[in-house]
C-alpha cells in the first residue's frame, strides 16, 4: 500500500548560540506530520542569542537548511525561525466586551479578539506572538471555548510576547540573506513548551528551563498557556568555559571533556580515575594541561568539581528567576529541563537538590521520520518549532485530536505575520 501524498511541505531553523539546526517535514492527505529530512551545524555569528556577524550566520542558516533539503530531497522557500535571545519577553493582556445576556456567536468572538488588539501596547518592542488563550464569562475562567453560552460579559486573555525589534531584524535579515523566506519568529519557550510539556501540564502548572549554550530561558506554564518568562545571559557553554579555565587546555577540548566524561554528580571512584585530555589520536599533541600527570590525564573528581562549581552559579541564576516569578507553593510543583546542557550526565539530581523540586528532563516527542541523532534534548526546541508550524491555521489537521481556533491579530508584529493562536482541547 503506498503512503499517503504529502500534501504540504515546510521547513523550521533553530538559530541558537551552539547549533543551528533544520528541519524539513511535511503534511500528508491523512494530516499526519513527517520529518523529510533534517541537519544540523555548528553556530556562526550568534553570541547570547543575537546576531553579531551577519555574514556568518547567514552561512551557518543556509548550509544547515541545505543539509536538511539534501536529507528531505526536496528544497523549501519558507521557514518557521526559534529565537532564544532578543530580550524575549512574555505577558498576559486581558480584555472584555458587553454581551447582555444573550447567546455567543461566532462573531461575537472573531470581534472581541479584533477588538483585543487595540490594547496591546507593545511599548517600542516588537509582538512575536499574540494568542488568545482562554476566555471568561462573568466569574468563570478558563473557558476554551465560549461560542452557543451565555453571558454579560465576555473577556478573553491573550498571551503576548514580545522581543527587542532590532535584533529580530537583524535574525530575519540573515535567514533572508540565505535566500529563504521567513515565515514567522517563534519564542523559543513557545517552542520548547510544545514540544516537551503535557497539556496537563501546562495546565497544573510547571516552570521550563531551556538550559542551552549562552542563554537560559525560564518559563512559567499555569493554565495551560505561559504565564511568564526571564532570560539567563548564560548557560552550557560557560561550563565549558570553566573547564578550558581551570585546565589551561582549548575549548574544544573542555567541550568534549564535558560531554564525554563530565557529570553533575561526583562518585567516590572519581579520584581513581584518570581521564585523558586529548582525543584519540592527538595523544602527542599540544602542551600538558594544567594538573595533568605525564600522560596529559587528569583526575575526574577535578573535572566534575569544576563542572559542579559553575552549574551551581546557574542554579542560583534560575533559582532567582523562579522565587521573582512566584514560582513557589502549589504553583511550584515541577520543573522540566531541556536544551543541549540538560544532556549532561546527572543533571536532573542536581538541579533537584539545588532547587528543591522536582526535576526531570525534557525528552523530544515522537516524529515520524525524525533522524535518531536529532532525539535528544539539545534539539527539543526544533521539534517543538515543527509541531508549532505544522499548526498553521492553513492545515489544522496536522494536530490530530486538537481542536483550533484561529485569528490573525493583523498589523501586530514587524514581521512575518502575526499569529494565531490555539488552544487545545483533550
Given at each position: 500500500?503506498?503512503?499517503?501524498?504529502?500534501?504540504?511541505?515546510?521547513?523550521?531553523?533553530?538559530?541558537?548560540?551552539f547549533?543551528?539546526?533544520?528541519?524539513v517535514?511535511?503534511?500528508?492527505?491523512?494530516?499526519?506530520?513527517?520529518?523529510?529530512?533534517?541537519?544540523?551545524?555548528?553556530?556562526?555569528?550568534?553570541?547570547?542569542?543575537?546576531?553579531?556577524?551577519?555574514?556568518?550566520?547567514?552561512y551557518?542558516?543556509?548550509?544547515?537548511?541545505?543539509?536538511a533539503?539534501?536529507?528531505?530531497?526536496?528544497?523549501?522557500q519558507?521557514?518557521w525561525?526559534?529565537?532564544?535571545?532578543?530580550?524575549?519577553?512574555?505577558?498576559?493582556?486581558?480584555?472584555?466586551?458587553?454581551?447582555?445576556?444573550?447567546?455567543i456567536?461566532?462573531?461575537?468572538?472573531?470581534q472581541?479578539?479584533?477588538?483585543?488588539?487595540d490594547?496591546?501596547?507593545?511599548?517600542?518592542?516588537?509582538v512575536?506572538?499574540?494568542?488568545?488563550?482562554?476566555y471568561?464569562?462573568?466569574?468563570?475562567?478558563g473557558?476554551?471555548?465560549?461560542?452557543?453560552?451565555?453571558?454579560?460579559?465576555?473577556?478573553?486573555?491573550?498571551?503576548?510576547?514580545?522581543?527587542?525589534?532590532?535584533p529580530?531584524r537583524?535574525?530575519?535579515?540573515?535567514?533572508?540573506?540565505?535566500?529563504?523566506?521567513?515565515?514567522a519568529?517563534?519564542?523559543?519557550?513557545?517552542?520548547a513548551?510544545?514540544?516537551?510539556?503535557s497539556?496537563?501540564?501546562?495546565?497544573?502548572?510547571?516552570?521550563?528551563?531551556?538550559?542551552?549554550?549562552?542563554?537560559?530561558?525560564?518559563?512559567?506554564?499555569?493554565?495551560?498557556?505561559?504565564?511568564?518568562?526571564?532570560?539567563?545571559?548564560?548557560?552550557?557553554?560557560?561550563l565549558?568555559?570553566?573547564?578550558?579555565?581551570?585546565?589551561?587546555?582549548?575549548?574544544?577540548?573542555?567541550?568534549?571533556?564535558k560531554?564525554?566524561?563530565?557529570?553533575?554528580?561526583?562518585?567516590?571512584?572519581?579520584?581513581?580515575?584518570?581521564?585523558?585530555?586529548?582525543?584519540?589520536?592527538?595523544?602527542?599533541?599540544?602542551?600538558?594541561?594544567?594538573?595533568?600527570d605525564?600522560?596529559?590525564?587528569?583526575?575526574?573528581?577535578?573535572?566534575?568539581?569544576?563542572?559542579?562549581?559553575?552549574?551551581g552559579v546557574?542554579?542560583?541564576?534560575?533559582?532567582?528567576?523562579?522565587?521573582?516569578?512566584?514560582?513557589?507553593?502549589?504553583?511550584?510543583?515541577?520543573?522540566?529541563?531541556t536544551?543541549?546542557?540538560?544532556?549532561?550526565?546527572?543533571?536532573?539530581?542536581?538541579?533537584?537538590?539545588a532547587?528543591?523540586?522536582?526535576?526531570?528532563?525534557?525528552?523530544?516527542?515522537h516524529?515520524?521520520?525524525?533522524?535518531?541523532?536529532?532525539?535528544?534534548?539539545?534539539f527539543?526546541?526544533?521539534?517543538?518549532?515543527?509541531?508549532?508550524a505544522?499548526?498553521?491555521?492553513?492545515?489544522?489537521r496536522a494536530?490530530g485530536?486538537?481542536?483550533?481556533?484561529?485569528i490573525?491579530?493583523?498589523?501586530?508584529?514587524?514581521?512575518?505575520?502575526?499569529?494565531?493562536?490555539?488552544?487545545?482541547?483533550?
Open positions: 500500500m503506498a503512503s499517503p501524498r504529502i500534501a504540504r511541505v515546510f521547513g523550521a531553523v533553530n538559530i541558537g548560540s547549533r543551528i539546526s533544520a528541519i517535514a511535511g503534511i500528508n492527505e491523512v494530516g499526519e506530520m513527517v520529518v523529510l529530512g533534517s541537519g544540523h551545524r555548528a553556530s556562526q555569528g550568534i553570541k547570547r542569542g543575537y546576531v553579531t556577524d551577519i555574514a556568518a550566520a547567514t551557518a542558516v543556509r548550509d544547515a537548511i541545505d543539509r533539503e539534501k536529507m528531505a530531497d526536496t528544497a523549501v519558507k521557514v525561525i526559534g529565537c532564544s535571545g532578543a530580550g524575549l519577553a512574555s505577558r498576559i493582556d486581558q480584555f472584555d466586551a458587553e454581551i447582555g445576556g444573550r447567546r456567536e461566532q462573531e461575537d468572538i472573531d472581541l479578539l479584533l477588538s483585543a488588539r490594547v496591546i501596547q507593545p511599548d517600542g518592542r516588537m512575536l506572538h499574540a494568542q488568545p488563550a482562554q471568561r464569562l462573568d466569574g468563570a475562567h473557558v476554551g471555548n465560549p461560542r452557543g453560552l451565555h453571558a454579560e460579559r465576555l473577556g478573553v486573555d491573550i498571551h503576548v510576547m514580545l522581543a527587542d525589534g532590532a529580530i537583524n535574525l530575519t535579515e540573515a535567514v533572508q540573506s540565505a535566500h529563504l523566506e521567513v515565515e519568529v517563534v519564542g523559543s519557550p513557545i517552542a513548551g510544545q514540544a516537551c510539556l497539556p496537563e501540564e501546562r495546565d497544573l502548572g510547571v516552570a521550563l528551563v531551556e538550559f542551552g549554550a549562552e542563554v537560559t530561558n525560564v518559563a512559567i506554564y499555569e493554565q495551560g498557556l505561559l504565564k511568564d518568562m526571564i532570560a539567563i545571559p548564560m548557560g552550557s557553554a560557560d565549558t568555559d570553566a573547564v578550558a579555565s581551570a585546565f589551561g587546555i582549548r575549548r574544544y577540548q573542555a567541550e568534549r571533556l560531554c564525554v566524561n563530565g557529570s553533575a554528580i561526583a562518585s567516590p571512584h572519581d579520584h581513581r580515575e584518570m581521564i585523558p585530555v586529548n582525543a584519540p589520536g592527538e595523544e602527542e599533541t599540544g602542551p600538558l594541561a594544567r594538573h595533568a605525564e600522560k596529559n590525564r587528569i583526575p575526574r573528581a577535578e573535572l566534575i568539581g569544576v563542572i559542579t562549581g559553575q552549574l546557574v542554579m542560583e541564576e534560575v533559582n532567582k528567576a523562579l522565587k521573582t516569578m512566584r514560582f513557589t507553593g502549589q504553583r511550584g510543583k515541577q520543573i522540566v529541563f536544551g543541549g546542557g540538560a544532556e549532561l550526565v546527572g543533571l536532573a539530581d542536581y538541579a533537584q537538590a532547587l528543591g523540586k522536582p526535576v526531570r528532563i525534557g525528552r523530544v516527542p516524529l515520524a521520520g525524525l533522524a535518531e541523532a536529532h532525539i535528544k534534548p539539545g527539543s526546541t526544533l521539534a517543538g518549532l515543527v509541531l508549532y505544522g499548526a498553521d491555521p492553513v492545515d489544522i494536530m485530536r486538537r481542536t483550533q481556533q484561529t490573525k491579530l493583523g498589523g501586530l508584529g514587524m514581521v512575518g505575520r502575526v499569529y494565531h493562536a490555539l488552544k487545545e482541547y483533550f
